[in-house]
């Protein structure tokens, strides 16, 4: 009750300084006042009375987080929308309904004021009274600010009941449609803030702005009635240091309820997603006499929006690329109720993938995001709900006029949607420019309107055709991810095309993050709904998966290009400034000289022998230059280099990494192989089934049969590395055998995830071993088939040294060299090569060539998030230490363009991306691409192709046993 009675007295005291005015230096003018009612995102909700009709915790009065979902609060019933796909009134549908009540108090001092009470966001049907009175008519729509007018409702000085009832479902079939049978999880309550606003009689109720890059400036400017006596507003716009740029008063004559404005700000400072420049414009009404009765301020920026037919999208009269991404509001605790930190988090993390652009799927988002979006630099496509269904036009028509005049004046909105995927009510397309100033464009997302055909999920040469089509092509979903597939994958050949082409303005990935709620009725586990929910680049707490920082150094705007780097380097990177509106001169770089450790290194640590920092050359956008850097020349020590490239805040852009003289990494292995202290020469001895070698504690089995290591013993303790090396190649099983999807085969599509192994035949030749000074060879020769030679060196100081040969003609997917080893025995690995991320053929971005480590994990992927993930394919590998429980297990990589495999990449349940066969730990010349959840591997580029491959590959590898 004190604190009641506190937050009363606070009341009193803002509302006698804001809305009454104090005199110290100068009388105040009224301004809107906000006082929340709930709280004001997730991290703040206040307690309301509670009764939920059906599912979890029915039945009965309690208490509630609001705002809040109220699923994840333990109520209701959790239900995904698309399982009830087309049907607007299905059995089985979770329909519970939420009754909240609220007491607060009014103060007295808020009479002869217009109060309004505003809801930022509720599911679904919502019915408001206010001391037993309705506020107005029911609001149907889950995603939109709606508010009523309950000055007459309100009792002054008196406590005040506020009941609204929340049926999760709608009585309109055109908002179930719309909203609730789409592939997102269905939430009930009131999941945003609820507030009132405190505004004197006479006020401004909006503004929407039109503010243009040559600095003209035009505002419509609506009162909350039609004027009682002439009015005037006084227009000020101030730059982000305060300094006043223009300003002009403009009358309202009497009867009438709005004003144009129109101002010009010279040269002002433009805003883009590259330069976020902000203004505020400042407009107070006053009366004849100059008496000042209200003011509000709008955040806006000056830039102008152009669509140039069959050309592209051009901001302030430059031609801008859309790298983009759609994005649900969601959270797993919290659902569809989120916070300022959580909203900014969300830009933040998209910008930090190098993105410029973010699609809202399939609804408009907090206020909060689109504050982000205009302070961060983001292009933003707002949207009108409807997946596939459509608002009827009498409920659609409101809706639009929520979304649009809560939304207008944020210069990082480029465009209004028209629903999703055939959600398009056409009816309502003209409703949007009735209420934006500025006339945005409108689009159909997967249709073609408004200039732009935005087709999603195009293969790639399907792609190539719509670009020939005259319309500008910017698919708002393309890449549709799937747990490691999708989205990073096959982006390089995307992009390389889309950002090239004359039509193209770019594209949105589907989607930014996995939606897994937690489910609190199945002991918080996180649950995605199968393969519904785990579409995202980043998991349901933002964990970063490979394609995280695949189209980051992708989609970087500042691209380095030279492929190698020798000792002779001369200090000149080759670079494309792919900013838009931003030179090179407004980066970073820094750089460093480093020396990275062999595998027998005790400590395992890189060295940084010089480093230093470099202003950005004076490359303008779009254009390419040298970036010289006058850097020492390499010791003999230095084998690798770094260089970071950092844009204006200091934010990396991506990290390159190259290996300076690939000899001089594996010099260090033979200096200290060399080095080591000298055993006695290695012996054998054989019977009818083995070759047993043994030198010093270590000793090496052979099968005679077939060849293989079988197994290693060190000091007695045996280590069950081998039966190998093996011959390994497959291709996916749907595929004939001249690489193209075997017609012939009926039942070839259901084949596309899964792989065929191609059976060696290959069969001993003959065995023989060499002793040579301190070193014994065993030599395997083979025939009739793809093996052919693998010859064993066993070096004095144990360590085993692998050449080996086979030959194999065909169109593959996967090839290469395995071994085996029990994973079950495996505890982690260390290695010298891209990481700490896996590749596959079709994303081999998003790596750099360092020191890595990571202990073994085999999640399961969409439902458990560990990234990254320690099974899968590793480019670039020099060398890798696997420990396991039987000791350490060292392989030098000296064969170029290989991949080190360990294991084979896990696929979730479903299996809907691959099932790949076994390969242990395997060293592969062909690793497989990835499909994404849409399209398979043949579908999506040249990159994501199976390749021809023919005649001898040949490899060298070094074991060393601990």
Same mark, same amino acid.
């Given at each position: ?9 606070? %009341? ?133 600010? =709606? ?33 609730? $049978? ?78 144009? %404005? ?42 102008? %929006? ?29 659902? $569809? ?128 055709? *719509? ?44 989607? =930014? ?12 586990? %996180?649950?995605?709904?199968?393969? *519904? ?55 970073? /770089? ?28 004076? &490359? ?187 030959? /194999? ?7 290469? &060299? ?51 993930? =320690? ?92």
């Amino acid at each position: 009750m004190k604190r009641k009675n506190l937050r009363c007295k606070n %009341i009193f005291v803002i509302l006698f300084g804001v809305i009454f005015g104090v005199k110290a230096q100068q009388e105040l003018i009224p301004a809107t006042v906000v006082h929340y009612l709930s709280g004001k995102g997730a991290d703040d909700s206040v307690y309301w009375d509670f009764y939920c009709t059906e599912g979890l915790n029915s039945g009965k009065w309690t208490k509630i987080k609001v705002p809040s979902c109220w699923e994840t609060q333990g109520f209701g019933q959790f239900q995904y929308g698309i399982e009830f796909y087309g049907k607007p009134f299905p059995e089985g549908i979770a329909k519970e309904e939420g009754l909240y009540k609220y007491e607060f108090d009014v103060p007295d001092s808020w009479r002869n004021h217009a109060i309004c009470l505003v809801f930022d966001g509720s599911m679904t049907d919502t019915e408001v009274r206010m001391n037993g009175l309705k506020a107005g008519e029911k609001h149907q729509g889950g995603f939109y600010r =709606f508010s009523y007018d309950i000055t007459d409702l309100l009792k002054f000085g008196k406590k005040n009941l506020l009941e609204v009832t929340v049926k999760k479902e709608s009585e309109n079939a055109s908002v179930n449609l719309a909203e609730r $049978r789409a592939d997102y999880w269905n939430f009930g309550g009131i999941f945003r803030p609820v507030f009132l606003e405190i505004k004197p009689v006479i006020h401004i109720d909006r503004v929407t702005i039109d503010a243009k890059a040559d600095g003209s400036f035009y505002a419509s400017c609506y009162l909350g009635r039609a004027a009682s006596e002439n009015l005037s507003v006084k227009t000020e716009i101030l730059d982000r240091r305060d300094n006043k740029v223009a300003e002009g008063t403009f009358p309202i004559k009497k009867g009438s309820n709005w004003t144009m %404005i129109s101002l010009n700000a010279g040269y002002p400072d433009l805003w883009t997603a590259e330069t976020p420049n902000l203004y505020n414009a400042k407009f107070t009404l006053s009366k004849e006499n100059s008496k000042a009765v209200h003011q509000i301020t709008e955040k806006f920026g000056f830039r102008t %929006i152009e669509v140039r037919e069959s050309d592209g999208l051009y901001i302030n009269s430059v031609r801008v690329n859309i790298r983009g991404v759609n994005r649900h509001s969601f959270r797993p605790e919290t659902g $569809r109720t989120l916070d300022r930190s959580k909203n900014y988090e969300d830009v933040h993390l998209i910008k930090e993938m190098n993105m410029n652009a973010v699609r809202l799927s399939h609804y408009p988002p907090d206020p909060d995001f689109l504050e982000a979006c205009d302070e961060l630099g983001l292009y933003v496509m707002n949207e009108l709900g409807g997946w596939h269904g459509k608002y009827d036009t009498p409920t659609g028509k409101k809706l639009v006029k929520e979304m649009v005049t809560r939304d207008v004046n944020h210069p990082s909105i480029i465009w209004w949607s028209n629903g999703n995927e055939k959600g398009w009510n056409t009816a309502l397309d003209e409703e949007f420019h009735r209420w934006d100033l500025q006339k945005r464009p409108v689009l159909h997302p997967q249709g073609n309107f408004g200039g732009f055909e935005t087709m999603h999920y195009r293969s790639y040469g399907e792609t190539q055709a *719509y670009m020939r089509l005259p319309q500008i092509f910017m698919p708002t979903e393309f890449l549709h991810g799937l747990y490691d597939g999708g989205l990073g994958a096959g982006l390089y050949d995307y992009w390389e095309i889309m950002r090239t082409h004359p039509r193209c303005a770019g594209g949105f990935l589907w989607v =930014f993050a996995d939606e897994g709620v937690k489910r609190v009725d199945l002991d918080g586990c %996180i649950d995605t709904r199968g393969n *519904y929910g785990a579409d995202g680049i980043v998991g349901p707490h933002h964990e970063r998966e490979g394609s995280f920082y695949a189209i980051k150094e992708i989609w970087s705007p500042v691209q380095i290009m030279n492929d190698k780097i020798d000792r002779d380097f001369d200090g000149n990177f080759i670079v494309e400034n792919r900013y838009d509106f931003l030179s090179l001169n407004t980066c970073f /770089f820094t750089w460093e000289q480093v020396s990275f450790p062999s595998s027998l290194s005790l400590d395992g640590k890189k060295k940084i022998l010089k480093k230093g920092e470099v202003k950005g050359s004076d &490359i303008a956008p779009h254009k390419k230059g040298i970036l010289h850097i006058d850097m020492p020349a390499f010791s003999d020590d230095v084998n690798g280099l770094f260089l970071t490239a950092k844009d204006v805040y200091g934010h990396e852009l991506w990290r390159w990494s190259w290996k300076i003289d690939e000899k001089n990494v594996y010099k260090k292995n033979n200096d200290e192989k060399k080095a080591a202290v000298k055993k006695n020469a290695p012996t054998y001895e054989e019977d009818a089934d083995h070759i047993k070698v043994k030198v010093g504690n270590k000793s090496y089995v052979y099968d005679k049969k077939d060849g293989f290591l079988k197994h290693v013993t060190v000091n007695d303790r045996k280590i069950s590395f081998g039966n190998g090396p093996r011959f390994v190649a497959a291709r996916r099983a749907d595929r004939s055998l001249d690489q193209f999807f075997n017609h012939d085969d009926p039942d070839a599509k259901k084949l596309d995830r899964t792989y065929k192994d191609f059976v060696d035949l290959a069969v001993v030749d003959s065995i023989f071993i060499r002793e040579d000074e301190n070193r014994l060879t065993v030599n395997v020769v083979y025939k009739l088939g793809n093996m052919q030679r693998s010859t064993w060196t066993v070096h004095p100081d144990g360590l085993l040294e692998l050449t080996y040969v086979y030959r /194999f003609d065909a169109v593959v997917d996967l090839m290469g &060299i395995r071994f085996d080893y029990p994973e079950d025995k495996v505890i982690g690995k260390r290695w010298l090569g891209d990481g700490p991320y896996r590749v596959w053929q079709n994303r081999i971005h998003g790596v750099t060539y360092d020191v890595w480590e990571n202990e073994y994990d085999d999640p399961m992927p969409g439902e458990t998030f560990i990234y990254p993930e =320690f099974k899968g394919y590793f480019s670039n590998c020099s060398w890798m230490n696997i420990e396991t429980q039987e000791g350490l297990i060292s392989i030098v990589n000296e064969t170029p363009n290989t991949y080190i495999g360990i294991y084979q990449p896990r696929d979730g349940r479903d299996a809907l991306l691959y099932t790949l066969p076994e390969s242990g730990i395997s060293v592969m010349d062909v690793i497989p691409p990835v499909r994404n959840k849409v399209n398979a591997t043949d579908l999506i580029g040249p990159s994501s192709q199976p390749p021809w491959v023919k005649g001898e590959k040949r490899g060298k590898l070094i074991f060393r046993f601990q």
